[in-house]
């Protein structure tokens, strides 16, 4: 069962309690003050209901910025996990011609270079897998 926390024109914001699992779902291409924006919203929502497993669906995101995904995993997702003190997992969907072009063309790494950081990110195509990839860190969390 979801729970809706927000919705704008862009981003679509939902929290599942049974699996403490925050759900972003970008409704369209966005600006970079909406990236901004629809991030913060998720920080307020995981802090609000300490919930340090993410997915962000950027699936509908077809004209991409990009120095979106490398803020997020350099700056953003490093200073959410620091204010929530637990270790921040977080899966972004995406389509697989932007998953090329981010590792082909930005250079960008698809998961956590390192499996020991206090935040792990990971890139898929498939909402299954990242499903599967959270549960796998749910689970590494427990130990």
Not at 73 to 89: I, N, Y
Request: aromatic share 10%.
């Amino acid at each position: 069962m979801y729970q809706e926390l927000a919705s704008t024109a862009f981003l679509h914001v939902a929290y599942r309690p049974d699996s403490c699992l925050l759900i972003g779902r970008w409704l369209c291409s966005i600006t970079d003050e909406q990236l901004h924006e629809g991030y913060e919203t998720m920080r307020i929502a995981a802090l609000e209901h300490n919930c340090s497993h993410w997915m962000m669906d950027a699936r509908r995101r077809v004209d991409r910025r990009r120095n979106g995904p490398e803020w997020v995993v350099t700056t953003f997702l490093p200073k959410v996990q620091r204010e929530m003190g637990a270790r921040l997992c977080v899966a972004f969907l995406v389509l697989p011609n932007h998953l090329r072009e981010l590792e082909e063309e930005a250079g960008l790494p698809l998961s956590s270079p390192n499996t020991t950081d206090p935040f792990q990110y990971a890139r898929f195509i498939d909402e299954g897998a990242a499903n599967a990839w959270l549960d796998e860190q749910r689970r590494q969390s427990r130990k």
